[in-house]
């Protein structure tokens, strides 16, 4: 099994540097790519020393699988050079998610879609991934109609960039600036650029991939708001159904869904935070509550690391699907 990962040294490509090891994930090769000023560096993983190389080479090298964090032109120009030398694409880049021929996947949901046709697979939107995530079982059972969300995005989701500017606001530092406006002690309800219909791309890619996803019957508005943390992304959500429900069902409904973790007795104040899901793989669920003013209707408070379920965690389970699935078994 060889994997090739593009965008080695970005944020997302660290980050699924360590989830490849921390899942000990089964390889014979590593393949590491990144910028054209980034080939001939090194970069230390799973007890060795690897070269950066150019992505040219690493197509001539046809891997099993690519791991695609480079940004949308670099997923639309080299995603169809692997696959055309029958690699396996799992992109998280923007590019690719809403062509009607390449497939949205979020593996505990919709995982099983998957075929050995399939060379391009779009990862879907950090925020799109914990939403659906948690909504999956509650929409089997009850069936969704309407979701109204605001969005709590940490800094991370912008990337190093904007990273660096929120520590040098806090330093007291004049950098170079990710944002039109200052992010420590502030939120900018503005992530991604404006459409014409006034919401944002981030807010779109929330309606879109989520009716993609789960159900293209889902009413989903959004405002998508970035805020000056580090560890994940956090969601507050009001979500319609078209029949009743139980709270003690919807907490059991979530407990059994794979990959969610609940987190939700105010008693002893035990919630989902970005400070606790840092670092972590699972969507945490909490602040579960009917909704008073509305008939069938539920809030509740959606965390997720933004780096590991939202980009990396999701593409490498992705690939251990694809592996486990024997698609690349060969006599």
């Not at 150019?54 to 791991?67: E, K, W």
């Not at 480079?70 to 055309?84: C, L, M, N, R, V």
């Not at 404006?194 to 879109?208: C, D, P, R, S």
């Amino acid at each position: 099994m060889r994997i090739a990962l593009i965008g080695a040294t970005g944020m997302v490509g660290g980050i699924m540097l360590k989830v490849l090891e921390e899942m000990k994930f089964d390889y014979s090769e590593i393949i590491l790519v990144a910028s054209k000023n980034s080939i001939g560096k090194e970069v230390d993983f799973d007890g060795a020393t690897h070269k950066i190389i150019s992505i040219q080479d690493a197509v001539n090298l046809a891997p099993d699988i690519a791991l695609f964090s480079a940004g949308g032109s670099t997923s639309q120009k080299w995603a169809p050079e692997f696959a055309k030398v029958n690699t396996v694409v799992i992109d998280n880049s923007s590019y690719w998610r809403m062509d009607e021929n390449i497939k949205l996947i979020v593996p505990e949901i919709n995982g099983d879609s998957l075929t050995q046709n399939d060379k391009i697979i779009a990862n879907p939107n950090c925020s799109t991934i914990q939403l659906v995530l948690a909504m999956k079982p509650l929409h089997e059972k009850y069936k969704i109609k309407r979701v109204v969300l605001s969005t709590y995005q940490s800094v991370t989701g912008t990337g190093v960039k904007a990273y660096t500017q929120l520590e040098n606001e806090r330093s007291g530092l004049i950098g170079e600036m990710a944002y039109p406006y200052k992010i420590d002690q502030n939120c900018i309800p503005h992530c991604d650029e404006f459409t014409e219909n006034g919401y944002t791309k981030e807010e779109m890619k929330l309606t879109n991939e989520t009716k993609k996803i789960l159900d293209p019957n889902i009413n989903v508005s959004a405002t998508a708001v970035r805020v000056p943390v580090i560890g994940g992304h956090s969601e507050a959500v009001n979500i319609e159904f078209e029949k009743d429900f139980e709270l003690s069902e919807v907490r059991m409904l979530l407990q059994g869904q794979e990959g969610v973790t609940l987190k939700d007795d105010p008693t002893t104040n035990t919630y989902p935070m970005p400070l606790y899901a840092q670092g972590k793989n699972d969507v945490f669920v909490g602040r579960i509550r009917r909704d008073e003013s509305q008939e069938k209707t539920l809030n509740m408070w959606i965390v997720s690391d933004n780096l590991r379920k939202g980009a990396a965690t999701n593409a490498v389970q992705i690939a251990q699907l694809l592996i486990k699935k024997e698609f690349f078994k060969t006599c």
